[in-house]
């Protein structure tokens, strides 16, 4: 299975670059707003990072203990390539985040638009199984997924939509701290409707 989907997005980058992909966007703006202040001392962890600019972003904040997971090296590859030396400082995971064990608990998980492609019961439990095991006490989550009104597809896969309380309940016993709703415009010109959450461990 990981391994049909990390050909499926390896495609993906193929044809469109790091910058033509629909979840592209060159400031993370929302992500970074919900992270806040977070404790840059803390492991952090962005699952599916593939070629977002949020791993150049926590770096400049100070970030020290930053894993960059995907199920694709392909996106990851571009990271590196931008980053250059500072690609040093930041762990790779090349994985499908429902096959992964994790080495440490993390201060703080983000996750823009993995979760929403858990179609299957079955996979959003293992993903609450993993974040239970994988956050420290009081962990930031930060969460983004498409919103009730968003695709039904997104690049060739079924994707799960949800409301704020929707993605509240999907994700298990966190305590809610911030909700946001985010109109996400693709490189292609497109608007795409983002739940967001911030929830505390």
């Known amino acids: 299975m990981a391994d049909t989907a990390a050909q499926h997005w390896a495609e993906v980058y193929t044809r469109r670059g790091d910058t033509q992909v629909s979840w592209f966007t060159a400031d993370p703006a929302c992500s970074l707003e919900l992270i806040g202040a977070a404790d840059p001392r803390l492991p952090a962890v962005d699952i599916g990072a593939g070629a977002s600019r949020l791993v150049d972003a926590l770096l400049d904040r100070g970030f020290t203990d930053l894993t ?47 979760f929403h492609f858990l179609t299957d019961p079955a996979d959003r439990q293992r993903y609450r199984d993993l974040l239970r095991v994988a956050l420290a006490p009081g962990a930031l989550v930060v969460v983004g997924t498409f919103a009730a ?48 959450l911030a929830l505390r461990s």
Do not use: N
């Open 149 to 196: 009104d968003g695709p039904e597809y997104c690049s060739g896969l079924p994707t799960a939509r949800y409301s704020p309380d929707e993605l509240a309940a999907a994700l298990g016993d966190l305590e809610v701290v911030e909700r946001r709703r985010e109109e996400h415009r693709t490189p292609a010109g497109g608007v795409q409707p983002f739940t967001w």
């Open 68 to 114: 960059a997971l995907d199920v694709s090296d392909d996106g990851l590859a571009h990271s590196r390539a931008r980053l250059g030396a500072a690609a040093d400082r930041v762990h790779w995971v090349v994985t499908d985040v429902l096959d992964w064990a994790p080495d440490r608990r993390f201060g703080l998980w983000h996750d823009r638009a993995v």
